[in-house]
């Protein structure tokens, strides 16, 4: 009877969070590139207002923060691989277009959502080890949580030159991991205990690099005051809705 609770719950936490957010689908393609602004919010606010703090509480700091700067460290050497992998040469068409840059970021952000979602699996486990109440409760957080960040992520896809049914479909492919996550905890829970800090910081390190080292820098493309201000208030409108889950959530 757990198991089958495990079941429903992590279905619904990974694919019903991921259609709430496919009305992206419906959003202008000239309004892309400004909501990818939200997303950065959306993504630093998951990282510090979300993953980070919950990494702290599940172990000791220091093993949270190795496994950030691990995770940043690691994500650096697979874009760079990325590269080597399309362009040998310095001055090629990859080097120049900012295209296949964007890809790079769509790929990234995949790998990262896919950890997350499992790491959301085990805590949906984990909480229906203990009651059925407790994990439905942590089932509604995590769909509710996970909507603000699939709607960022999914932006980032389009943004990436996917197109809207790929992105849809990666989105979707990437929420069976919390399928995946809910069995694995139930087998084996207290494996996962022991990695969850470390899973945690990789997660956290996904959203921070994703933003601060793919997305941001496109934003200085584009220096005017006007496009400043919106791209700074689309920002904070991103950590806003992520803290304004976190305030509905705490009471």
């Avoid at 999914?154 to 929420?175: C, Q």
Wanted: glycine share 10%.
């Amino acid at each position: 009877m757990t198991l089958g609770w495990i079941l429903v719950a992590s279905f619904a936490g990974g694919t019903l969070s991921c259609a709430l957010a496919a009305f992206a689908l419906f959003v202008r393609a000239s309004w892309i590139p400004m909501l990818v602004s939200y997303a950065i919010g959306a993504l630093l606010g998951a990282a510090f207002l979300e993953v980070i703090p919950h990494a702290f509480e599940k172990g000791p700091p220091r093993e949270a923060a190795i496994s950030i700067l691990a995770g940043i460290f690691a994500f650096f050497v697979l874009e760079k691989l990325l590269l080597w992998r399309h362009c040998h040469t310095e001055n090629c068409e990859v080097h120049d277009r900012h295209e296949h840059e964007h890809s790079r970021s769509g790929l990234l952000i995949i790998v990262g959502d896919t950890v997350h979602n499992f790491v959301d699996g085990v805590l949906i486990a984990a909480a229906f080890l203990q009651s059925t109440e407790l994990g439905i409760i942590a089932a509604v957080a995590i769909i509710a949580h996970e909507i603000p960040q699939e709607v960022g992520d999914f932006l980032i896809l389009l943004h990436s030159g996917y197109s809207r049914a790929r992105a849809l479909a990666m989105n979707l492919l990437s929420s069976c991991a919390t399928l995946l996550g809910g069995v694995g905890g139930y087998y084996g829970l207290q494996y996962f205990q022991q990695g969850e800090t470390a899973l945690l910081g990789v997660v956290a390190a996904s959203m921070i690099y994703v933003a601060v080292a793919d997305l941001i820098p496109g934003l200085h493309r584009r220096p005017e005051l006007r496009d400043t201000a919106s791209q700074a208030l689309l920002i904070a409108l991103g950590i806003g809705s992520i803290a304004a889950v976190r305030l509905l959530l705490a009471h």
